[in-house]
């Protein structure tokens, strides 16, 4: 089955347009969520390719989820999409699937 980046991007504009009026900074660390879907999946590899790409990356202690952070970048619906993708093609090639972003205020 192959990923719905565009309805992906469409969730990414929509959460900015969803928070008209509230005051978000110029920059800030933005957080991505992966969980895993296959028992056998790869968690170093996908760590490392994260790195690799410029971004950090942690396991969550609920053995389910990889965090991958990067910034301070612009806090725009493109910036964060533009690195949204980068981080999802990578997760997807280790069997790992989007499960939202943050801003890490």
């Known amino acids: 089955m192959r990923h719905n980046y565009a309805a992906q991007r469409r969730e990414t504009i929509d959460t900015f347009r969803a928070s008209k009026g509230v005051k ?5 660390v933005v957080e991505y969520a992966f969980f895993v879907e296959e028992n056998d999946a790869d968690w170093t590899g996908f ?11 942690r396991r969550l202690k609920d053995g389910e989820t990889v965090v991958a952070s990067v910034g301070p970048i ?3 619906a493109e910036e964060i999409w533009t690195w949204e993708e980068r ?5 997807l090639a280790f069997d790992f699937y989007p499960d939202g972003w943050e801003l890490d205020l």
């Open 24 to 28: 978000l900074p110029q920059r800030a």
């Open 87 to 91: 981080a999802t093609a990578i997760a």
């Open 74 to 76: 612009a806090v725009t």
């Open 47 to 57: 760590e490392r390719a994260l790195k690799a790409k410029g971004f950090r990356a």
